[in-house]
């Protein structure tokens, strides 16, 4: 092997070994934001608002394409209480969801799922879209911000 080829072989590795490490962190953060999605809607299907309040930031941000802003947390969950609760169950759709990492903050889940209303017996769900952006700080996570898109 010539020279100039073994001076740029270990800068070859670390940029492999680099980029395989980034690939673990993702794969591991993939799995924590997919355990984190289940454990939040299944708190949603089974009405668990203590564990839902658990779950959202003090600061939360919820935007929808229905009714703008919510900003307040209590409101956020006198809603579901009130909207959801034994009427709205969500699934979501297998292999929907992306994770991005927030260097230094988190992580942003984008996704889509389906809700099903049990009120509406004709009502055939839609996919519809969803983006959370969730904060790690020292080691638990929480909801900052929500966009739901029916």
């Not at 089974?46 to 919510?70: P, R, W």
């Not at 609760?85 to 929907?96: P, Q």
Request: glycine share 4%.
């Amino acid at each position: 092997m010539s020279a100039i080829k073994l001076k740029f072989l270990p800068l070859l590795l670390s940029i492999l070994y680099a980029d395989y490490c980034h690939a673990q962190d993702t794969t591991g953060l993939h799995k924590t934001i997919v355990k984190l999605d289940s454990l939040f809607f299944d708190a949603y299907n089974t009405c668990n608002i203590e564990k839902q309040a658990a779950f959202y930031s003090d600061s939360i941000e919820f935007y929808t394409d229905k009714n703008g802003l919510e900003t307040s947390k209590k409101v956020i969950l006198e809603n579901t209480k009130k909207y959801i609760c034994d009427k709205v169950t969500r699934e979501l759709i297998k292999g929907s969801i992306e994770v991005s990492p927030l260097p230094g903050y988190g992580a942003a889940e984008l996704g889509s799922h389906l809700f099903h209303n049990s009120q509406e017996k004709n009502d055939v769900p839609h996919p519809s879209k969803f983006v959370i952006i969730w904060r790690n700080k020292d080691g638990k996570w929480t909801i900052t911000k929500v966009i739901s898109l029916h």
